[in-house]
C-alpha cells in the first residue's frame, strides 16, 4: 500500500473543485446561473438549497424529485 502525499496544488485544486460543485446563494451572479442552469425560479432554488444545502449535485436531485427540474439535458 502506498501513501501519495498530497502537495498543496492537489489540496488547491479539490479546494477549486469543491467550490465549483457549490451554490453560493449570496452570489447574485451564481444564482442567476444556477437558476439558468436547472431552468428554476430563484424561489425554487432557495427551497432546494433550504432542503439539502448548497451541494449542487443534491440540489439538481431535489429539484428533480420535486418536479421543479425543467432542464433534464443535465
Known amino acids: 500500500f502506498l501513501r501519495k502525499e ?3 496544488k492537489e ?3 479539490l479546494h477549486e473543485q469543491e467550490e465549483i ?3 453560493h446563494i449570496d452570489e447574485n451572479y451564481e444564482v442567476e446561473a444556477w437558476c439558468e442552469l ?3 425560479t430563484v424561489a425554487d432554488l432557495r427551497r432546494a438549497i433550504d432542503a439539502v444545502g448548497t451541494s449542487a449535485m443534491k440540489v439538481k ?5 420535486t418536479g421543479k427540474l425543467r ?3 443535465i
Do not use: A, H, Q
Not at 436531485?61 to 424529485?65: D, N, R, S, V
Open 61 to 65: 436531485y431535489y429539484l428533480k424529485k
Open 38 to 40: 436547472f431552468e428554476v
Open 11 to 13: 489540496m488547491l485544486e
Open 21 to 23: 460543485d457549490k451554490i
Open 6 to 8: 498530497v502537495g498543496m
Open 71 to 73: 432542464n433534464s439535458s
